[in-house]
């Protein structure tokens, strides 16, 4: 991954938009308890929020297309 959820959370904190270009972003189970933050972050709501952010900005990474063999 290219970033670390803490750098995640840093970069979101200073609205650093390479959070949202990052393939890290996607990687990681936004399923509650799967990444538990020390200080008390919801961190899956976070990252939820950011998958939104990098959507509507026209960040996210688009589908690859597989192709049947012809």
Do not use: T
């Not at 509650?32 to 933050?37: D, S």
């Amino acid at each position: 991954m290219d970033l670390s959820i803490g750098e995640l959370m840093q970069g979101a904190a200073r609205n650093d938009e390479r959070v949202l270009r990052c393939a890290s972003l996607w990687a990681w189970d936004l399923r509650p308890g799967h990444v538990v933050c020390q200080q008390g972050i919801n961190v899956p709501s976070v990252l939820e929020v950011l998958r939104k952010e990098a959507i509507r900005r026209g960040c996210a990474p688009q589908p690859s297309v597989e192709r049947s063999p012809e």
